[in-house]
């Protein structure tokens, strides 16, 4: 079979397949991710040179490993340049056809046309040529593109396009700019009308008569063997943008190559259905002089599935064309975060203050690098979440990548070497010819209008005057109260539980353990609206934020009022009003009313019980129409509220009414033109606020819950405390969660969030959700309107039919009799907990027997068995020690277990030959050793989280896999803390901390913000452990297939899928509720997903979350899996009864505390654990008997042995489980795991270093080893510290005994996990990750001898360096990027000036910076040192003052300590510069400042002010 | 607030105070104070506010104990008040006599490494503090209905139900053949555990909101059920057991031997100042006499107690399986024998031995066998081991039954089961006629108050829910007006 035809079967395949699943399955094509490696070359003086298309096309091979490739190892994700036109070339080529081309610029197209429909292939020229005509320009003739094929892997080949350029004449003789313009239409007229052809294979890379782009699904190295014009020396450029993709999938579709009409981008728009929502809505009022009769023909402006870059690309080429700059467009959709910077000049205040007016920003990683024909730009998001260093060379050139030294430049010519910094923007403008840093473009944009004084028109609406007059709830008796609580479903625990914390401390509740509820669509029972909305977090491709210790980029800012034409620059865009946060107290909602008067219009969001089964339905078509009609006639100010609730008029859902309105508006186009309020008594958590807000709101007020709280400040529940300040608490609450709520998903701007709808519903009707939460997923369809309908009534009869004396007393959280049902329920635990410690299978089957007859909590419980084979005898199914192998007990942490539950843990599943998992938070490394009797306390997985506490060399190498912890179920998208009263001696030993200090663990891994440092980590800890497995851990949620397949693609062994119903040790209860999915949605989209890009049988697939018994296990293994975890159940195993106090350290069975005399209660034991998974194991055999398996491995994945036997209750519209049990065609191949061992990643230099010191390791001796390096090489010295620490354990090596001297420039995760005894010393540069996990090795990095860069004003190492460094030292003579030392623990370091959250979250260690810090330095850093030298005194405004105090050197010791370290570096890294302070070191070092952590101040063995002068600083 | 919860990793558990031995055998009141202030409060906060309380899973009330809990610890009385109320019509009475060890207090999560959480004299203080301030209020229905009850029986599952349906709105009757409200609350349980003034001011507050009590009036004798069905919507019964169940042995026939309820009546009775000849002329009276109870429940210690407190010679307890195994409340135990109770345990009484009055017990020792199907050891006698016991008064409490049903309800169309009492739907407590209901001891035989006030309320859940089908039908109240 020929090559062609593989290929051409495979795409049929996958498109068929891929359209079933999209369809019937749980696959959307619309959560494709892609991420990659971006740069650009210009020469600054804008005369184009043969070299800028070299250095381009140099520097794209050498980020190769920043993109993915196929399984058939030449399909690459995608590869692209920008370049200009080189008239020219094209000139002559049209000569030669015998045309005279004209003397004006000709402009060329670079076209994707249909390339086996000849039919279609016609008709795309035809329309293309007509539209060029049309527009009175004249074409030259169409070129086919020379292309190698041969290149391509067999995949891409199948797909590739044909590939042609229209010339075009500028026969009307207009500018450039105006040529340009009309290009711009003319594309946009093309791509209707050939869509309007429903030819689908057409795609215009670029148009344009300044520039041409070449791009397609090859690997990057492969760009000029596909495309030999570009070797061609007459194709010279004065700039060349570049990009290489890391894709989701496996499908190459060549149009998704970057870079785009005028972006690369790197990364993910995190807001991007928002922004593309937002987007129709300005669409509407466009209107530009630029575009003039042309308006229309350009919209809508984002095209129908378009990928986020894509889009991006697409509103920052109509904001270019409209006549903004590129530096202008920029910072108009990915601003710098303003609000909260004090150190910014008042005039770009301004300037972003007015942008913010305009436009909702682009939230997410963003590294672009974009032209507008005159400019050349790289921009960074606010955050600095992607990496962009930049080099300027004697001879004029810029080189910006995203990482250093992509370019081979020789030193000596290096005149500067910077790194784009968060918010930053450097250009060329190649027609000034002249480099702008970032200051001084934005100092000439923000010169460029009177911003400050448009900016005055913003009225801000914190200052509004109080009306006089009482608030809502006044004169509202007790009874009053009680019944309209009741009415919108509070119960004791809402108030007791969730409310009274937000009031009383102004933080919102924290529960521990898992979701064991029933999702809302399973209850019976009355849930609010809410309960249906799961919050969507960021895993892989994109990293959450930090809302607490990075606020500094967070932003609540609400707009209200009518919004302007965003092509518009003027000060009428400024005529809007500007709210600190959407949240309205009682207050703030009147004054608002008050102040807008008749510019409001108040909607009633009750219904008519009079109206029988429609009344709902009526009333919401009512308020839409309400809504329509005030815009129409001129309210700018909806207030949507359901205070008027009377026994006669029910409240509908306000997330109903606020979701409708938004649609319908949006729909009609005037929802820009009014702002969108909610009043609402259902609302009262974090959650429901964020629900309203997500579907359109634009502020809520929460008044029930407000005079609830009011009630009880009157019944005195607040002790010391006024209603004013506990209201004022509850708001700073709801906004802490509101904040926590959106940077989950990587998004720090509320405007960008509102109306993004970022939920997935899990149980509402398809259509429901197709007409008021459009675009929002729903995938198993569920409630409607009239099940709705039907349990507000019953609900609101409640509150009004008889005398209440107490609320309902809730049950959601803890279980409560007569309130939800819980998974896990009482009586079972006992017998439980008496079949194991009687080791009875019959009592065990009498708990599984329960389960069974439990209603229904989880999507399974309405699955059952449908054997499609006769039974087979027991005896013939595997054994039960088969079986067990595949089992899990979880991964937590000791810290969050005892260490006799952790340890108990262990040894029965290593008794068992199954696996347990250290979790987060170190090991003892005394348990890798047996004990006595045989005993394996050992962990076999070990588990690397964002805390990185504890993971050392040796660590990753006690363990036959490693679990990297993305996500947990329980709080997906966020952080934890480990409180200061749990950090015992011993948990502070493991973590390298400091006893009862708070040890803080980051939402996202520094090292992964984007899916290609997934892959970068997953090759580090191949490299630090040579033969372990490496398992990803995600959290369902809709999109996990889709991550999945790129996870997958970085080469992870095993992808463990957790469902919501996830344990944990603490977290706020909103998140525990309301954020992920079950796992048996994330299971099945995962193996769907996977075996769809024909990448299944490379990974195993792993679920936990709730698993309880054998049923589930066979469950799970039919949905996909092939391991599975069992966490709580191996718990109440060991006798825990859940208590849900693991967060209070108070456990009475001594499982879940620290405290040593609760530890004395532990009574579990490794027989009573070994005997549930036996239990569990046998189960399962008897399962698979009964469907005729004889082995878990037969049965994987095979849905069709399922069937939906309860489609839930009769009042839900619908309850569909077929999206599940769609399969997907594994074509060739099983759809299980079928690799041996592990997937391997290539070797580095360590190869070489290893054999190299082969004698070294023999002998003892000691050696000195010299290499030169480029950036392709990666995690130098990673596997060679793993062969030291194997052999000679952490610390048997002196250090320095294996000297390693690299020159050039280092890959990332140079010296990862380096232990003592390894040396690396750098002359050139590194990039980021360097001294990653260092765990005793000491590493150098320095410019070469001969550079004449001064070091401590350029940029040589990367971003995030020395995270969870253990200890070992770092000598930069250079300035590092952002995050530096970012959760150090134990190392020294030394550097020259540092980016944003330098020390953030530093635990241990000292670190000295001889130069400026970035923002935000210090945030969260509870232990060690540092020193930082602030000559300019602008450290003050950067330092983050939560968990620090900093002070000037004050004590002999300490100054001592300091100079020492310089001391260090100089002998090290022979920086002159620093050389020079110890010259002057009386008066130099008065300019350090001295930070310690607030917590470590008297615990220090050394006071830090002792001397005599002393004063409080 | 919660953290002013689980101190019971530094808090030891406290019972309020306990009268000493000496003290309280002189008088009939109750044994334990009620708890100051700052001990409820300080008790309370040692709850561990667990997941699943199993302190409620095991109350057959399913009381929400951690949430009263927390608000006494918090000082929040009257809430703390309302939801113990909103799920109990008499809470200070099973904080006093419920068997708290084997009930929520016994299924304490802390209660093996820490001592329980004292939750029953924690609900005892609720309540009273509740008393004392007037936030217990007599029903307010929001409504009045047409429709009334009849409800047979003013005991705990009688009063519970009453209460219920009165705050419904219904008219209520309750009929009783003694002339006190409160059932065995009031004849049955002795002052010690229950002082009566608890039963009597539930009975006014159920007055005040409207219950018509009608006492002396017992069903069968001046009154039919027919009778009663003609004249209300709907009925309950909840009639209670009052059979002895009779000792087989000779010499039962004796003077001075007497049924648990007719000894622990006349004690009661006198204790509310009644005229009691039989005790008034000393047969009843266990002054100065030796006492034999024989029995191992909750009744058996009632009478030891009270003959204790009479001034007994001696009062000695003969049960047949050993103290480990006796049915009764182990706190109960340990209250008897601090008063000076002796406990012959493993002893089964042969005979009666005596001329005329009974003078003395014989019994045989005896040992615990293989368990049984539900676990307990079967007692099997010791061959050749008798011995006997002076007795000058001996007290039955060996278990009641049913009294004939058939015969007192005039009618064969309600059925029964073999064990003579009322054949209910175990859900609904719906009788085999439609508009009669049962609930407490007569539906399930000798029980705790507790069961009968949960017996109550859900029977008048049903019997809403019942009137409720009956009107959206149309049936009954159309009736009603042909009737008319």
């Not at chain 1, 947990?968 to 952080?975: H, I, N």
């Not at chain 1, 509720?1073 to 990974?1099: I, S």
């Not at chain 1, 030298?1429 to 950067?1438: A, L, P, Q, V, W």
């Amino acid at each position: 079979m020929s090559r062609g035809a593989t290929g051409l079967e495979t795409v049929a395949r996958w498109r068929r397949e891929a359209a079933r699943l999209s369809s019937f399955g749980l696959y959307d094509p619309r959560t494709e991710h892609a991420s990659c490696g971006v740069g650009f070359v210009a020469t600054i003086d804008g005369v184009p040179r043969r070299s800028v298309v070299e250095a381009g096309i140099d520097a794209l091979k050498a980020v190769w490993h920043r993109g993915a490739v196929d399984a058939d190892g030449q399909t690459g994700d995608g590869a692209g340049i920008h370049v200009q036109i080189p008239q020219d070339f094209f000139k002559k080529h049209i000569a030669r056809t015998g045309h005279e081309p004209t003397a004006g610029r000709l402009a060329v197209g670079m076209i994707f046309l249909p390339k086996t429909d000849l039919v279609a292939l016609e008709t795309c020229r035809g329309i293309v040529e007509s539209e060029i005509l049309r527009f009175g320009y004249s074409i030259y003739g169409w070129r086919q593109v020379p292309v190698d094929p041969s290149v391509v892997g067999e995949v891409a080949n199948a797909t590739r396009p044909e590939i042609e350029q229209v010339m075009i004449d500028n026969r009307r003789g207009v500018a450039d700019a105006d040529f340009e313009r009309d290009l711009y239409v003319i594309r946009r007229r093309i791509e209707r009308a050939v869509q309007e052809a429903h030819i689908s294979e057409f795609y215009v890379c670029s148009l344009s008569c300044n520039s041409v782009i070449y791009k397609g699904m090859f690997l990057a190295e492969q760009l000029t063997a596909f495309y030999p014009d570009l070797l061609d020396e007459r194709f010279v450029s004065n700039f060349a943008i570049f990009h290489q993709r890391y894709s989701t999938n496996t499908f190459p579709t060549w149009r998704l190559a970057q870079p785009f009409r005028m972006l690369a981008h790197n990364g993910e728009i995190n807001t991007l259905s928002g922004n593309v929502n937002w987007m129709m809505s300005h669409e509407i009022r466009m209107a530009s002089d630029a575009f003039g009769p042309h308006a229309e023909e350009i919209k809508p402006v984002i095209s129908a599935g378009s990928s986020d870059s894509a889009a991006l690309d697409a509103v920052f080429e109509m904001l270019v064309h409209a006549g903004r700059s590129a530096p202008l467009a920029k910072l108009v959709l990915i601003p710098e975060s303003w609000s909260n910077q004090t150190a910014m000049p008042e005039s770009h205040r301004a300037l972003y203050s007015y942008c913010n007016c305009i436009m909702e920003p682009w939230d997410g990683p963003a590294a672009v690098a974009a032209t507008d024909g005159r400019w050349v730009i790289a921009g960074m998001d606010r955050n600095g979440l992607r990496p962009l260093r930049y080099t300027i060379t004697d001879d004029g050139m810029v080189f910006v990548g995203s990482e250093a030294g992509m370019v081979p430049l020789a030193e000596a010519h290096v005149l500067k070497k910077g790194r784009v910094g968060p918010g930053e923007i450097i250009g060329v403008d190649l027609r000034q010819g002249r480099f702008y840093h970032d200051r001084e473009i934005k100092d000439e944009l923000a010169a460029a209008h009177p911003y400050g004084e448009w900016v005055q028109n913003i009225k801000m609406g914190n200052d509004l005057p109080r009306p006089p007059g009482p608030d809502v709830d006044a004169g509202w008796s007790r009874e009053t109260l009680r019944a309209r609580q009741v009415a919108a479903g509070f119960t004791t625990e809402d108030v007791e539980m969730i409310l009274q914390p937000m009031a009383a401390n102004g933080s919102e509740a924290i529960g521990s353990m898992g979701d064991d509820t029933p999702l809302a669509v399973l209850t019976s029972r009355y849930r609010g609206l809410h309960h249906f909305f799961r919050q969507k977090f960021s895993q892989v491709t994109n990293p959450p934020i930090d809302s607490l210790r990075e606020k500094r980029v967070m932003s609540l800012k609400t707009r209200l009022g009518n919004l302007g034409n965003v092509l518009d620059e003027d000060s009428s865009q400024t005529e809007i009003m500007l709210l600190e946060s959407p949240v309205l107290t009682n207050s703030d909602y009147r004054s608002l009313r008050a102040w807008l008067g008749a510019d409001a219009v108040e909607i009633d969001a009750t219904f008519d019980r009079a109206d029988g089964e429609a009344g709902l339905r009526l009333a919401l078509n009512r308020v839409c129409a309400e809504a329509e009609n005030a815009v129409r006639g001129g309210c700018a100010h909806l207030f949507v509220t359901d205070e008027h609730v009377a026994v006669e008029r029910p409240a509908m859902p306000t997330i109903l009414a606020i979701g409708g309105i938004h649609a319908h508006l949006v729909r009609e186009g005037l929802r820009t033109y009014t702002s969108l309020n909610a009043r609402s008594a259902e609302c009262v958590d974090v959650h429901y606020f964020a629900v309203l807000i997500g579907m359109g709101a634009s502020t809520v007020n929460a008044y029930l819950a407000e005079a609830t709280i009011a009630d009880r400040v009157r019944r005195r529940l607040f002790p010391g405390k006024n209603a004013e300040a506990c209201v004022a608490d509850y708001r700073a609450a709801v906004d802490r969660g509101l904040l926590k709520v959106i940077s989950k998903m990587g998004i720090s701007v509320i405007s960008s969030y509102r109306g993004g709808r970022m939920f997935e519903a899990v149980g509402l009707s398809r259509a429901l959700v197709g007409e008021f939460f459009p675009g929002m997923s729903s995938r198993i369809s569920g409630i409607g309107l009239p099940g709705i309908q039907k349990r507000a009534l019953a609900q609101h009869e409640m509150a009004f039919a008889e005398e209440i004396t107490a609320l309902p007393i809730g049950g959601l959280y803890r279980f409560r009799a007569g309130g939800e049902t819980h998974g896990f329920d009482g009586p079972l635990i006992h017998l439980l907990q008496s079949a194991v410690g009687r080791d009875s299978y019959s009592i065990y089957k009498r708990y599984s027997k329960g389960l069974g007859e439990l209603p229904p909590v989880h999507l399974r419980d309405l699955l059952d068995f449908e054997p499609k084979a006769p039974a087979v005898a027991l005896e013939e199914v595997e054994s039960i020690t088969g079986i067990r192998r595949r089992f899990g007990s979880g991964s937590m942490s000791h810290g969050a277990l005892s260490k006799e539950a952790h340890e108990t843990l262990a040894i029965a599943m290593n008794r068992i030959g199954a696996a347990s998992c250290s979790g987060e938070g170190g090991e003892d490394p005394e348990r890798a050793k047996p004990r006595p009797n045989g005993d394996n306390a050992n962990s076999r997985v070990k588990q690397i989280a964002s805390g990185r506490f504890g993971v050392t060399a040796e660590y990753l190498n006690n363990c036959t896999e490693i679990e990297i912890k993305i996500a947990q179920g329980a709080k997906p998208g966020e952080g934890g803390q480990l409180p200061g009263f749990k950090v015992s001696a011993e948990i502070a030993r493991l973590r390298y901390a400091t006893e009862g200090v708070t040890l803080i663990s980051p939402p996202p891994h520094h090292d992964i913000y984007s899916i290609e440092d997934l892959a970068q980590l997953i090759y580090d800890l191949k490299q630090i452990n040579p033969s372990a497995q490496v398992c990803v851990k995600l959290v369902a949620e809709a999109g996990i297939g889709t991550i999945a397949a790129g996870v997958a693609k970085a080469k992870a062994d095993v992808i463990l899928i957790s469902g919501h119903a996830g344990g944990t040790g603490a977290s706020p209860q909103s998140s525990i509720k309301y954020a992920g999915v079950p796992w048996e949605m994330g299971l099945t989209e995962v193996h769907q997903v996977l075996t769809l890009n024909r990448l299944r049988h490379h990974v195993r697939l792993r679920v936990d979350g709730g698993i309880k018994c054998g049923r589930d296990v066979v469950m799970a293994a039919l949905m996909g899996a092939e391991e599975y975890g069992v966490g709580t159940t191996s718990l109440v195993a060991m006798g825990c009864i859940l208590v849900r106090q693991c967060h209070s350290n108070t456990c009475p069975v001594g499982i879940c505390t620290q405290d040593a005399a609760l530890r004395e209660k532990f009574e579990g034991n490794p027989e009573k654990v070994v005997n549930l998974f036996s239990f569990i194991a046998e189960e399962v055999r008897e399962v698979l008997a009964s469907l005729g398996a004889r082995s878990l491995q037969e049965v994987i994945g095979c849905t069709d042995l399922l069937m939906q036997v309860s489609r839930g209750s009769p009042e839900l519209d619908d309850l569909d489980l077929n999206p599940l049990l769609v399969q997907a065609d594994p074509g060739p191949h099983p759809p299980y795991c079928t690799v041996e061992g592990r997937n391997e990643v290539p070797e580095t230099l360590d190869a070489q270093m290893i054999e190299d010191t082969r004698e070294a390791f023999d002998s003892g001796e000691k050696m000195q080893l010299a290499y030169n390096v480029r950036n392709t090489e990666r995690a130098i010295g990673t596997k060679l510290s793993s062969e030291i620490v194997q052999r000679f354990g952490m610390s048997g090596l002196q250090p320095g005994h294996i000297t390693v001297r690299l020159r050039g420039s280092a890959g990332q995760s140079l010296g990862a996990f380096a232990v003592q005894g390894l040396r690396l010393e750098v002359f050139g540069e590194a990039n980021d990750y360097v001294a990653k996990g260092l765990s005793g090795g000491t590493i150098i990095v320095r410019p070469m001898p001969s550079s004449p860069l001064k070091s401590n004003e350029n940029v040589i190492v990367g971003n995030t360096v020395l995270y969870g460094a253990v200890s070992g030292a770092l000598f930069v003579a250079g300035q590092g990027g952002e995050r530096f030392a970012v959760r150090n623990s134990g190392a020294v370091a030394v550097v020259e000036g540092c980016g944003t959250n330098g020390c953030e979250y530093m635990t241990g260690g000292t670190v000295v910076v001889l130069g400026p810090v970035g923002d935000n330095f210090a945030a969260g850093m509870t232990g060690g040192m540092a020193f930082v030298y602030d000559t300019d005194g602008s450290f003050e405004s950067h330092v983050n003052d939560e968990h620090v105090l900093w002070q000037r050197l004050d004590s002999d010791h300490w100054e001592s300590a300091c100079r020492g370290l310089i001391q260090d570096h100089v002998a090290n890294a022979q920086s002159a510069f620093a050389a020079q302070l110890l010259v002057h070191w009386d008066i130099e070092a008065t300019k350090f400042w001295q930070v310690c952590p607030l917590e470590m101040v008297h615990r220090l063995d050394y006071t830090l002010s002792s001397r005599a002068t002393a004063a409080t600083a | 607030m919660s953290e002013r919860m689980l101190k019971f990793v530094d808090l030891a558990p406290k019972m309020p105070d306990k009268r000493p031995p000496q003290t309280r055998v002189k008088d009939f009141r109750e044994v334990f104070e009620v708890f100051e202030v700052n001990r409820a409060a300080a008790q309370a906060t040692r709850c561990s506010q667990c997941g699943i309380p199993f302190c409620q899973v095991h109350c057959p009330l399913h009381n929400n104990i951690p949430d009263w809990l927390k608000l006494t610890a918090e000082g929040r009385m009257e809430e703390a008040y309302e939801l113990a109320a909103a799920t109990n019509n008499m809470p200070e009475v099973c904080g006093r006599i419920c068997p708290q060890d084997r009930l929520c207090e016994g299924n304490c999560v802390i209660e093996r490494g820490f001592g329980t959480v004292t939750i029953g004299s924690i609900e005892n203080y609720i309540v009273e503090t509740a008393f004392a301030n007037g936030w217990v209020r007599a029903p307010q229905p929001s409504i009045d209905r047409p429709e009334t009850v009849g409800i047979v029986g003013a005991g705990p599952a009688g009063l519970a139900a009453a209460e219920q349906l009165r705050r419904k709105g219904y008219g209520v009757d309750v009929y009783d053949r003694y002339d006190r409200v409160g059932g065995l609350l009031i004849y049955g349980i002795p002052n010690f555990k229950l002082e009566k003034y608890t039963v009597e001011r539930r009975a006014a507050l159920l007055r005040e909101g409207g219950v018509r009590f009608h006492l002396g009036v017992e069903i069968g004798r001046d009154v039919t059920l027919a009778e009663l069905r003609d004249r209300h919507d709907a009925i309950l019964i909840a009639t209670g057991v009052y059979q002895a169940r009779a000792l087989t042995a000779p010499g039962t026939g004796l003077g001075n031997v007497f049924p648990a309820m007719t000894y622990l009546t006349a004690s009661n009775r006198k204790g509310l100042g009644d005229s009691v000849p039989a005790f008034d002329d000393g047969r009843l009276n266990a002054a100065g006499k030796r006492v034999v109870v024989i029995g191992g429940g909750d009744t058996a210690m009632d009478c030891v107690r009270t003959a204790v407190r009479q001034g007994a010679a001696s009062v000695k307890c003969l049960y047949r399986r050993d103290r480990v195994n006796m049915p009764g409340s182990m706190r109960e135990v340990t209250h008897a024998e601090e008063e000076g109770v002796e406990f012959v345990w493993l002893s089964a009484p042969e005979a009666l031995l005596g001329n005329g009055a009974v003078s003395a017990v014989r019994a045989r020792r005896i040992r615990l066998g293989v368990p049984d199907g539900a676990g307990r050891q079967v007692p099997e006698a010791v061959p050749e081991s008798s011995f006997t016991v002076d007795a000058d008064l001996v007290v039955l409490a060996l278990g009641f039954d049913p009294e004939d049903m058939s015969t007192m309800l005039g009618t064969s169309a309600i059925d029964l089961t073999h064990r003579g009492t009322i054949q209910a739907n175990f859900t609904t407590l719906a009788t085999s006629l439609d508009d009669v209901f049962a609930a407490g001891d007569i539906i399930r035989g000798a029980s705790l108050v507790v069961w009968a006030i949960r017996d109550g309320r859900e029977a008048s859940e049903s019997i809403h829910t019942y009137l409720r089908a009956q009107t959206a039908a149309g049936g009954r109240a159309e009736a009603g007006g042909v009737r008319s």
